[in-house]
């Protein structure tokens, strides 16, 4: 025991040794996930998502939390047939590389299959995963991870005993906390500063420590015009089924001014699995899910604010949208063909609405490039296919293409 102290020591007191980038810095952020589930479990792939936040002891370890949330469907299972699964887990970090950017994790493990549903179970194990940052600026960075979920003794009802669920995730880190960046140059004292000026020479200026290290954006930012595109996640339900993850992508035109931008969008999703609605049929009949779509289009128009105007900050605005559901298809076993085409009509008619939206983010400037991240919540219609709110998850990036502001000349 007095030699694992002993050694505990050294590693922790060669660390301050080291230049520490994120060291006493909190990271959390959130992202998207594509998980893999145990061929025994009988449930299809499905796209979720999950959050984390962590610790950073040394500038190579930390101890992190993470949750993730996703809803699969068994297969061959009909409509309606998901249920809520979620991931969590206490692991430590282990950073590498120069910038610390490459990482390997790995601790405890909760694995809960709808455990307080008919048939649900839930596992305890381990998880491990390999990674890597790709920073941004010393406060933000992408992160890459695969990893996976093991059960030595699983509880499904399958009866399979070791279980393995395989878990690829991309999403943002943010770091809170002092910033350790040193000064390129050692600190000059102050009587020999006063020789060197007095000489004529000039003292190079070292940069200060602590703080972060943000930079004012530009003014080339604003009378811009920008192009985008973004991916990410969809989350809604119907009046028959629960919520859905589903994944959506699309692109957009952003025109900034001052400290505002005109945004305008196209995003489609591309659903898993059909989503299934209840309407009431001609003659009064209830058949649940007797209605389904499978893709569903967004168009958006609306503001941004930029008011920091800063490399990296926050926004957020608001606007109008159009959502259609598509490729809408109903089933009516017992309706005449005037009645089909009746119930056809109306959900037709329920497939495409207006709504308010409303948009926060984190924008990240790079020259004309733009990483960013941002959340959009959308209003709920009467008598739409989608009952309720919708939220959307996304990332992307956009390009600035020149200016959309006109100069002024002079013409002879």
């Not at 998502?49 to 370890?61: A, E, H, K």
């Not at 493990?109 to 390999?130: E, L, T, Y």
């Not at 009746?342 to 939206?357: G, N, P, S």
């Not at 004309?368 to 219609?381: E, F």
Request: neutral net charge; charged residues 15%; glycine residues 14%.
């Amino acid at each position: 025991m007095r030699v694992v102290t002993v050694v505990l020591v050294l590693l922790v007191g060669g660390s301050a040794a080291l230049e520490a980038q994120h060291q006493f810095q909190f990271e959390f952020g959130g992202f998207g996930s594509f998980t893999r589930f145990d061929r025994a479990f009988q449930l299809d792939n499905q796209i979720g998502g999950g959050g984390r936040i962590g610790f950073w002891i040394t500038n190579w370890l930390g101890i992190e939390a993470e949750g993730l949330y996703q809803r699969p469907h068994p297969k061959g299972g009909g409509a309606g047939t998901d249920f809520p699964v979620w991931f969590g887990s206490g692991n430590l970090v282990l950073n590498f590389g120069s910038e610390k950017s490459f990482y390997l994790l790995g601790g405890y493990s909760v694995m809960d299959f709808n455990s307080n549903g008919v048939g649900g179970f839930r596992d305890i194990g381990a998880h491990g995963a390999i990674g890597d940052r790709i920073y941004i600026s010393d406060r933000a960075a992408l992160r890459l991870e695969a990893g996976a979920y093991f059960a030595p003794n699983s509880q499904s009802p399958t009866g399979n005993k070791l279980a393995a669920q395989l878990v690829g995730s991309a999403g943002l880190s943010f770091f809170l906390g002092p910033s350790h960046r040193e000064s390129p140059y050692p600190e000059i004292p102050k009587e020999k500063r006063d020789s060197i000026v007095k000489a004529g020479g000039k003292v190079a200026e070292g940069q200060p420590r602590g703080g972060p290290t943000y930079e004012q954006r530009s003014s080339d930012w604003q009378h811009k015009w920008y192009w985008g595109g973004e991916a990410g996640i969809l989350v809604f339900r119907t009046n028959f089924d629960s919520y859905s993850f589903e994944p959506t992508f699309g692109g957009h035109w952003l025109i900034t001014g001052k400290r505002t931008a005109l945004y305008a969008s196209f995003e489609q999703s591309f659903f898993i699995s059909p989503r299934h609605v209840t309407i009431i049929e001609p003659d009064g009949t209830v058949n649940p899910g007797n209605v389904q779509f499978n893709n569903l289009r967004r168009l958006m128009v609306g503001a941004l604010a930029f008011p920091a105007q800063l490399r990296v900050e926050p926004f957020a605005g608001g606007g109008f949208a159009i959502m259609e559901a598509l490729n809408v298809q109903v089933s009516c076993s017992s309706c005449t063909s005037a009645g089909f085409a009746q119930l056809q009509d109306e959900a037709d008619a329920a497939a495409t609405k207006a709504f308010f939206w409303w948009m926060g983010g984190i924008d990240i400037k790079q020259g004309r490039l733009a990483l960013y991240g941002h959340y959009i919540l959308t209003s709920a219609a009467a008598n739409f296919l989608i009952q309720g709110t919708t939220h959307t998850f996304q990332g992307g990036v956009r390009y600035s293409f020149g200016t959309s502001k006109e100069g002024v000349t002079d013409r002879q």
